[in-house]
């Protein structure tokens, strides 16, 4: 799940705003960056996948379907991202690792 500091940090991204490089010698807590990233990118796919499809039966339409299909979306992107994913967490791990190297 999206913690946070980590939604705030992506909220700033998506204004084209950037913070502080933080350094971190633990790369499991980039690993999980990575993971977070990329479990956003892939419900933003699927969301986009789902986006000119009808309405079915199971959230029968309205504020609140879309509400659940957001989450449900949001859900699908987690999942993707923890059985392997798309490839994209290992790439972001490594930039944020080699990043982190560069600010020694």
């Not at 909220?11 to 990329?38: C, I, M, S, V, Y």
């Not at 796919?45 to 029968?60: I, P, Q, S, T, Y």
């Not at 999942?79 to 791990?93: P, R």
């Amino acid at each position: 799940m999206l913690d946070a500091s980590h939604a705030a940090d992506l909220a700033l991204l998506r204004h084209g705003q950037t913070t502080a490089p933080q350094k971190t010698k633990d790369a499991a807590a980039a690993r999980k960056a990575a993971e977070n990233f990329e479990a956003v990118f892939a419900g933003q796919m699927v969301a986009h996948m789902f986006a000119g499809l009808k309405e079915d039966a199971l959230f029968g339409g309205g504020q609140a379907g879309e509400m659940y299909r957001s989450m449900l979306n949001e859900e699908y992107g987690r999942v993707i991202a923890s059985t392997g994913g798309i490839g994209l967490a290992d790439q972001v791990t490594a930039q944020i690792l080699a990043q982190q190297e560069g600010l020694k």
